[in-house]
């Protein structure tokens, strides 16, 4: 039962952007904290940045000024907008829910590789 949908992620170059999405169930995104997840190999899946229902935001400070969580209720799309990329930025991107109770299934998450 498919229930997340990230896309959106690829190679960038050092310096370059990319805007991840996720597709989510609106009834949780409209009531539910929500973030965006990376699990870079051989590391443990680290919480990146976190949007609650009503928009206050927080971010890891590896990404803080970088990058930008955001959400679109009608479309029930959440997204990440990953600006000044880094090497260490490199990881699959998991959207979920950033409340440990209500964490659906894990999707497959999108890559994104920064690297020249």
């Known amino acids: 039962q498919v229930q997340l949908v990230e896309s959106g992620g690829g190679l960038v170059q050092p310096g370059g952007s990319l805007r991840l999405s996720c597709a989510a169930p609106g009834i949780i995104i409209n009531i539910y904290p929500m973030g965006w997840y990376r699990q870079a190999p051989g590391k443990q899946r680290e919480l990146v940045a976190r949007i609650t229902s009503g928009g206050s935001t927080n971010y890891a400070d590896s990404v803080k000024g970088r990058f930008t969580i955001s959400r679109d209720n009608a479309k029930n799309t959440m997204y990440l907008q990953m600006n000044s990329l880094k090497p260490e930025d490199t990881a699959v991107y998991y959207c979920?829910?950033?409340?440990?109770?209500?964490?659906?299934?894990w999707g497959q998450g999108t890559q994104v590789t920064v690297s020249s």
């Open positions: 979920n829910t950033a409340l440990s109770a209500t964490t659906l299934n």
